[in-house]
């Protein structure tokens, strides 16, 4: 059974992209909420777009890691793939034969 490498690999980069922004997310609203009923501010909301905001980058940059790495394989794939065709038909000398030159004479 054959598995295709790029099916795993966008479930995997779906799973960590939620995981990469709601953590900032629910880490900020977290810090937030003590903040708040301890000091009696309104840092919560500050904190939760603060908190969008790294997740928002954190997961722009993972996407933009596994889509190089993405690239980087399938272009080793083709690579690879060149090197194992075979070439077919006959290829001509650069310089004439010294040895048989056709009209007789060796």
Not at 14 to 20: L, T, W
Not at 49 to 73: F, H, K, T
Not at 85 to 97: A, C, E, F, N
Request: aromatic share 10%; proline share 4%; net charge positive.
């Amino acid at each position: 059974m054959h598995f295709n490498k790029a099916v795993f690999r966008s479930l995997a980069m779906i799973s960590q992209v939620g995981f990469c922004v709601l953590a900032p997310v629910l880490f900020c609203v977290y810090v937030g909420y003590q903040i708040d009923s301890r000091y009696s501010t309104m840092w919560t909301i500050p904190l939760l777009l603060l908190g969008v905001a790294g997740g928002g980058r954190c997961a722009w940059r993972m996407i933009q890691s596994v889509m190089a790495r993405e690239r980087r394989d399938l272009e080793e794939e083709r690579r690879e793939r060149e090197k194992l065709v075979t070439r077919t038909g006959t290829s001509k000398p650069k310089q004439p034969s010294r040895i048989f030159t056709g009209d007789g004479n060796q």
